[in-house]
């Protein structure tokens, strides 16, 4: 079976690059039709790859909250431990702290600058 890329709808195409390449660690990939005016990008970690598109381009209004009910897990290659401890000394938004759930996995979870939120996990050694 393939993987699924989602394609999110942001109010700023340059502030997310940003979030998402600078304070998670994402890269960049295409942008289109260029970095300067972004109407299309996508980034990806590890073997996790967003898509973002302005809102204006899926008929979405300023007013409208963003984010509401949608939430992405996102299991990561690396040591959990380390990733919360960069993003936190960052000042990225966490919401949920970082824990280990009964089922063996230790997530935490943070909002972008649009209220999505994006949740980090990683299967816990040994179980």
């Known amino acids: 079976m393939g993987y699924l890329s989602p394609t999110i709808a942001v109010r700023d195409m ?3 690059i940003e979030f998402y390449r ?3 660690g994402f890269k960049l990939g295409m942008v289109f039709p260029d970095a300067g005016s972004p109407e299309y990008a996508d980034m990806s970690r590890d073997s996790m790859v967003l898509m973002f598109i302005p ?3 899926c008929g979405i ?3 409208e909250r963003l984010g509401v009910g949608v939430s992405f897990y996102m299991e990561i290659d690396g040591d959990i431990d380390d990733y919360y401890r960069e993003l936190k000394n960052k000042g990225v938004n966490i ?3 970082i824990k280990d759930e009964p089922f063996g996995i230790r997530d935490f979870t943070v909002a972008d600058p649009d ?3 994006l949740t980090f996990n990683k299967k816990i050694q040994g179980k």
Do not use: A, F, K, M
Request: proline share 0%.
């Open 115 to 117: 209220g999505y939120l």
């Open 55 to 57: 809102t204006r381009n």
């Open 95 to 97: 919401v949920i702290d």
């Open 22 to 24: 600078d304070s998670l």
């Open 14 to 16: 340059n502030r997310t």
């Open 61 to 63: 209004d300023d007013g």
